[in-house]
Protein backbone atom coordinates (compact mmCIF):
# COMPACT_ATOMS: atom_id res chain seq x y z
CA UNK A 1 0.00 0.00 0.00
CA UNK A 2 3.02 2.49 0.91
CA UNK A 3 4.08 2.01 -2.74
CA UNK A 4 0.86 3.00 -4.09
CA UNK A 5 0.44 5.91 -2.01
CA UNK A 6 4.14 7.13 -2.87
CA UNK A 7 3.28 6.95 -6.66
CA UNK A 8 -0.10 8.92 -5.83
CA UNK A 9 1.91 11.08 -4.20
CA UNK A 10 4.74 11.78 -6.60
CA UNK A 11 1.80 12.58 -9.28
CA UNK A 12 0.84 15.07 -7.47
CA UNK A 13 -2.72 14.55 -9.34
CA UNK A 14 -4.72 11.41 -9.74
CA UNK A 15 -8.11 11.02 -11.56
CA UNK A 16 -11.23 9.34 -10.09
CA UNK A 17 -13.74 8.10 -11.58
CA UNK A 18 -17.49 7.18 -10.53
CA UNK A 19 -20.49 6.34 -12.22
CA UNK A 20 -23.16 9.17 -12.26
CA UNK A 21 -26.66 6.15 -13.42
CA UNK A 22 -24.83 4.87 -17.04
CA UNK A 23 -22.03 7.51 -16.66
CA UNK A 24 -18.53 7.73 -16.15
CA UNK A 25 -17.65 10.78 -14.41
CA UNK A 26 -13.93 11.50 -14.08
CA UNK A 27 -12.39 14.16 -12.15
CA UNK A 28 -8.90 15.06 -10.78
CA UNK A 29 -8.04 14.85 -7.07
CA UNK A 30 -5.02 15.61 -5.45
CA UNK A 31 -5.47 13.90 -1.52
CA UNK A 32 -4.08 10.70 -0.71
CA UNK A 33 -3.30 9.94 2.96
CA UNK A 34 -2.35 6.85 4.88
CA UNK A 35 -4.48 6.54 7.77
CA UNK A 36 -4.24 3.70 10.85
CA UNK A 37 -3.01 1.40 7.56
CA UNK A 38 -5.39 2.26 5.21
CA UNK A 39 -5.40 5.05 2.02
CA UNK A 40 -7.11 7.58 1.91
CA UNK A 41 -8.72 10.28 -0.23
CA UNK A 42 -11.02 13.62 0.58
CA UNK A 43 -14.09 15.70 -0.30
CA UNK A 44 -16.81 16.96 0.55
CA UNK A 45 -19.84 15.86 0.76
CA UNK A 46 -21.79 18.41 -1.12
CA UNK A 47 -19.76 17.24 -4.18
CA UNK A 48 -21.49 15.52 -6.79
CA UNK A 49 -18.49 13.01 -6.91
CA UNK A 50 -19.96 12.23 -2.96
CA UNK A 51 -23.03 11.59 -3.94
CA UNK A 52 -22.08 8.93 -6.46
CA UNK A 53 -19.91 7.04 -4.05
CA UNK A 54 -22.48 6.66 -1.56
CA UNK A 55 -24.92 5.59 -5.10
CA UNK A 56 -22.00 2.86 -6.18
CA UNK A 57 -18.91 3.31 -4.34
CA UNK A 58 -17.19 1.54 -6.46
CA UNK A 59 -14.36 3.70 -8.02
CA UNK A 60 -11.08 3.91 -9.80
CA UNK A 61 -7.92 5.61 -9.78
CA UNK A 62 -5.89 6.44 -12.61
CA UNK A 63 -2.13 8.90 -12.54
CA UNK A 64 1.33 8.81 -14.71
CA UNK A 65 4.30 9.33 -13.35
CA UNK A 66 7.28 9.05 -15.86
CA UNK A 67 6.75 6.25 -17.79
CA UNK A 68 4.55 4.52 -15.68
CA UNK A 69 1.01 4.61 -15.13
CA UNK A 70 -1.10 3.43 -12.04
CA UNK A 71 -4.71 1.71 -11.87
CA UNK A 72 -6.29 1.09 -8.84
CA UNK A 73 -10.06 -0.36 -8.64
CA UNK A 74 -11.67 -0.06 -4.74
CA UNK A 75 -14.44 0.32 -2.76
CA UNK A 76 -14.39 3.60 -1.51
CA UNK A 77 -15.87 3.34 2.55
CA UNK A 78 -16.73 6.57 4.33
CA UNK A 79 -14.97 6.87 7.56
CA UNK A 80 -16.74 9.54 9.56
CA UNK A 81 -14.86 10.10 12.46
CA UNK A 82 -13.24 13.28 13.43
CA UNK A 83 -9.64 11.82 13.84
CA UNK A 84 -9.88 10.41 10.16
CA UNK A 85 -10.86 13.96 9.32
CA UNK A 86 -8.41 15.86 11.29
CA UNK A 87 -5.26 13.59 9.93
CA UNK A 88 -6.15 14.39 6.66
CA UNK A 89 -6.57 17.72 6.87
CA UNK A 90 -3.06 17.93 8.74
CA UNK A 91 -1.48 16.49 6.10
CA UNK A 92 -2.92 19.32 3.65
CA UNK A 93 -3.20 22.41 5.70
CA UNK A 94 -4.01 24.11 2.39
CA UNK A 95 -7.72 22.72 2.69
CA UNK A 96 -8.22 24.63 6.04
CA UNK A 97 -9.27 27.18 4.31
CA UNK A 98 -12.19 25.38 2.59
CA UNK A 99 -12.41 22.50 5.46
CA UNK A 100 -12.42 21.88 8.81
CA UNK A 101 -12.64 18.36 10.69
CA UNK A 102 -16.02 19.35 12.47
CA UNK A 103 -17.95 21.12 9.39
CA UNK A 104 -19.99 18.50 8.12
CA UNK A 105 -18.92 18.56 4.83
CA UNK A 106 -15.57 17.52 5.29
CA UNK A 107 -15.49 13.90 3.62
CA UNK A 108 -12.23 11.05 3.93
CA UNK A 109 -12.80 7.28 2.43
CA UNK A 110 -10.24 5.02 2.36
CA UNK A 111 -9.81 2.18 -0.35
CA UNK A 112 -10.91 -0.88 0.75
CA UNK A 113 -10.88 -4.38 -1.54
CA UNK A 114 -8.00 -2.32 -3.48
CA UNK A 115 -6.09 -3.48 -6.56
CA UNK A 116 -3.63 -1.48 -7.93
CA UNK A 117 -1.24 -2.30 -11.33
CA UNK A 118 1.49 -0.27 -12.13
CA UNK A 119 2.28 -0.49 -16.02
CA UNK A 120 4.74 0.79 -18.10
CA UNK A 121 5.54 -0.46 -21.69
CA UNK A 122 8.89 -1.98 -20.95
CA UNK A 123 8.00 -3.50 -17.55
CA UNK A 124 5.94 -6.27 -16.99
CA UNK A 125 2.15 -4.97 -14.88
CA UNK A 126 3.36 -5.12 -10.80
CA UNK A 127 -0.15 -5.83 -8.93
CA UNK A 128 -0.42 -5.09 -5.35
CA UNK A 129 -3.67 -5.71 -3.48
CA UNK A 130 -4.39 -4.39 -0.14
Given at each position: ??????????????????????????????????????????????????????????????????????????????????????????AYPQ????????????????????????????????????
Amino acid sequence: MKEVYDFLKKSGIYYLATVEGTKPRVRPFGTVDIFEDKLYIQTGKVKNVSKQIKANPHIEICAMVEDKWIRIEAVAVEDDRIEARQHMLDAYPQLKSRYAADDHNTQVLYLKDARATIESFTDEPKVIQF
